[in-house]
């Protein structure tokens, strides 16, 4: 038998999902990781991942040799040419880790890491909400807002692989401090932190979710239904800037809040037709990303069929 | 002899530069013509356009075949596949012209038609103050703030031709309503019209010019070194909103007050440290537009060479 498969590794703050998909995308067999307890124990995650890509061979009854190669996505920066993780903001002991070299000394098939937003954008592009674009942007709004750039027909690292950082556009010269040490950030303005934050004062509920924010603005309840419009007036304005100097052709967006993107979606794309320039702002579409949980190990088939055959 | 030649064109709106260039990137002559009379007056333009051509041919006594060709650079929006200049907003009875073929049947030679900011990042990229350098963005500081895109060793245009537009970054969400129909642009605070306003109101005086306020500057002025440290600082959150999204290798200025450059790069280099997320921000370097004049003519010679070797 001939088929080929690509295991596709998500790695995250809470848990990790790895999944085997075979070439044109279809995820056959997933598993799950949970790593509350030893997600700064770099030794021990790794043996874990080791571990459950071995699993994911051994249930399907494949062998090595069926497996073009691991894909690995990470919240953080990824020297994706060396195969190092530089650092992970929310995950400590994660420093010049060369992954890549690693894994594939313990798993014997070549290995692939990469930014996780940058796989997720990878996914949506070859196989979600952006199939045939050749330049499009993919925001993801959830704690952090994050974003991966296809430009030309390619996913754009930049020289220092830190290439799509919306969240970090500042919206205010002498908005509020951000994490990043910047100012007025469409991440300190719409993170989900700070959207809970302004939600549960403004509803003088302290155990308010944006769930139930969501849940409320369906019933027609007007505070949350203009929550929603301000928030979505806040990540237009974002997207000007992107609208502005990418002129991208679609723009997808996907993450936690996208769920409401009901009441979000209209917003978005009449803040960015207002205050866009007229042809970039007319010819670009909003989409809500479609691959889900799913987007992270789709991704990793295109990261590793791309390296391999030097897409 | 086998040496050849491109003709580079770059109309604006009060003047034509002409000039042939040789293809190792000398230009060898010169021409100009004052478009007072009829910049609005197409076909007495075009007419004009190509009687400059067979001039700088002429007196060099060259021929139709040792030209590769001719670039055109064009203030506004243009169809680059097609040839066609879309608008340009400050010249009116432009819309829609065929320009590439129309020129290419008067003066016999292919003809290839660029944005002029666009053509200018060429000619700085190949020619002037970004040579090997894979990704960098050129800003233009002038009545109008514009901007290029060299991403992945290639101008970067957008699926309509309109990206790259740095001076339509929104510094504030409820900013003063610019001429694109935004709100708080960076053109719309650091424009040459919006500083010379501020500039006059500042020390009273209404023939005051910003060649003035940089010799002021010069002088050790304190209002005037403010004026600059400001307009600086504006610049500086324009560029990080750049900085973050596409993490580029340098940054090239240009244009009219980029001559108060000792006055603005420290402060715009210190605000993008200070503001922009730390990997990209530490990478990037400022460097300041090398080819002045030169640039259009220069960046013709780039953008008929990349038409016809494809690249």
Request: glycine share 14%; proline share 4%; charged share 20%.
């Amino acid at each position: 038998m001939n088929t080929w498969y690509v295991l596709g590794i998500d790695l995250g703050g809470t848990n990790v999902k790895c999944g085997l998909v075979s070439l044109d995308g279809n995820v056959i067999s997933r598993t799950h990781l949970a790593t509350a307890g030893f997600i700064s124990d770099k030794n021990k995650l790794i043996q874990a991942l080791c571990g459950a890509c071995h699993n994911l061979l051994h249930e399907n009854h494949l062998k090595t040799k069926n497996i073009l190669g691991a894909g690995i996505g990470l919240p953080g920066l990824v020297d994706v040419r060396k195969g190092v993780v530089k650092f992970l903001p929310n995950i400590p002991g994660w420093e010049n880790v060369a992954l890549k070299n690693i894994m594939e000394k313990k798993i014997k098939m070549p290995v692939f890491i990469d930014n996780d937003v940058n796989v997720i954008t990878l996914g949506e592009w070859k196989f979600g909400a952006g199939i045939g674009i050749r330049d499009l942007v993919c925001l993801t709004l959830g704690t952090g807002v994050g974003g991966g750039l296809i430009l030309n027909n390619a996913l754009y690292r930049g020289p220092g692989f830190t290439a799509g950082e919306l969240g970090h556009i500042p919206l205010n010269e002498d908005g509020p401090l951000c994490n990043c040490g910047g100012r007025g950030c469409l991440e300190r303005t719409v993170g989900n932190k700070y959207l809970i934050e302004k939600a549960q004062k403004l509803f003088g509920r302290r155990d308010l979710t944006l769930e139930e924010v969501n849940r409320l603005a369906d019933r027609g309840n007007p505070s949350a239904l203009k929550f929603w419009e301000e928030t979505a007036a806040h990540i237009g304005i974002g997207l000007v800037s992107v609208v502005n100097l990418l002129n991208p052709k679609r723009i997808i967006i996907g993450g936690g809040i996208a769920k409401a993107h009901r009441h979000l979606f209209p917003v978005i794309l009449q803040t960015i037709r207002k205050r866009a320039m007229s042809v970039p702002s007319q010819m670009v579409q909003l989409k809500a990303a479609k691959l889900g949980d799913h987007a992270g190990i789709l991704g990793a088939r295109v990261l590793v069929d791309q390296a391999i055959h030097g897409r």
